[in-house]
């Protein structure tokens, strides 16, 4: 069986490929696994583009272990703490969350990964006060090479919690998670056309203006798509299972939503990237024109409805987290780059913002972060583009996305993160064989 990420830029075939129905069956395929010299690598929705849950080894797809398991008032905060099996999609998630009238702080982009697969590579939304899913992570079972389940969380195995919160499945498979949730909340969402100019001389203030804001920049193009998000408290129905009270909320502007999400985001976007493929000399004007073609609106929806898009043009990515300060030198960089080389880009950069961070690898560790996320329709060539944003990103310290395309390994990362040796230890009291790694963990881990 021949194993492909959702944007193939990886691809695997498994020795075996297994889909353990609990815990139990999740140990023992490890333990035969490693009985048989196999490595195991756990994988989630394969929505990396990088190829981190590749394996020639036995790949553990946690599709059957997504439960509720339970639902806890966390003492301190007061805010919910939800203990889930790793293997639950975001989406399915998020709907177990409403139902209880709960949401996850803050999401990224789509809803399509799984919770282990998001927080093991530091999936992130935007806001300067939301910072990522493995943030909001408070316990972990993992399942180590000899097979036994270990609890962990900051107080009980702190450094095996470390590791495995966002570690790329290199301590274990993680058979649950225990994420930290909120009272489920509204987002009110204001979708713009602004000048580029105006928006990067403002950019502080648009960012710490808002609870959650973006922008879209298609190359070259002087005007961008900027989306601020409000939190506002959510309306009574907000609890209700989908397809019932929350979706009448965006029934008054159904057909413009429709045109908004499907025509212009999809098959707009698809009709455009598959012209600008075959007629590279009209890109430019189709990005002006795709930069102004959103219409301005303003709706009200639950957070997870708003915050997650579906993505149906299939691209390619490298994101790396740069110092927020820096964020509009570099935009102006790879603007430069773009109009130099008139590189054929028909994509946009989306461009976002996360709080300091204490995971030891997450890429907003220690700094107030921007992240600039560099895309390419997957039928173009992306080579030479990624290339030269990298070597933009790298000059001022940027640090790849671990799901994300990206040409680092570990004596370039090392530099990166401050904890990066405590990591390593604590990988490697969790597993000296190496159990869980493939060429990706070798080449960033070392
Ligand atoms: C269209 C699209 C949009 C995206 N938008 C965003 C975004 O907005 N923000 C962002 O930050 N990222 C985004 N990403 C990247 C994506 O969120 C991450 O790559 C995420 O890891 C994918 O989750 P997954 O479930 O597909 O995991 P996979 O890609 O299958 O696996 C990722 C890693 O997690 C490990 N893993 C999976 N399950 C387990 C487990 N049970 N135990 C231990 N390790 C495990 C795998 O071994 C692998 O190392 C996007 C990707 C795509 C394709």
Redesign the pocket.
Known sequence: MIWT???RTASATPARQVHPATEEDLSAAVRRAVREGHTV??????????A??A?DGVQ?D?DR?NALHRVERDPGTGNALVTVG??I?LHQLNRVLAERGLALQN????D??????????????TGARFG?LASRVRALT?VGADGEVTRCSPTEHPDLFEA?RL?????????T?TVEAVPAFDLCAQEDVQPVERVLDELDHLVDGADHFEFFWFPTARHVQTLTNTRVPARADAGAPAGAGHRVRRAATAVRAFVDDEVLSNAGLELANRTATAFPAVTPRLNAFAAQALRPRTYTAPSYEVLCNR?RVR?R?T?YAVPRAVVVDVLREIDGWLRRTGENVPFPL?I?FAPAEDAWLSTAYGRETA?V?VQQYWRLPYGRYFDAAEQIFTAVGGRP????MHTRDAAYLAGQYSRFEDFRRARAAADPDGV?T?P??RRVFG
Do not use: M
């Open positions: 990420n959702w944007a690598r756990a994988v989630g929705a394969g929505h990396s583009f990088s981190a849950a394996t553990v946690l272990l790793a293997g999609r999401l990224g982009d789509i399509r990964q799984t919770i282990a697969g998001a927080v093991s590579t530091g999936t992130h939304g990522s993992v495995s570690g790329l499945g290199t301590t274990g498979v993680l058979s998670v993505r691209f990515e994101e989306e976002r992240y996320a996305h671990w799901g994300k869980f493939n990706y963990t």
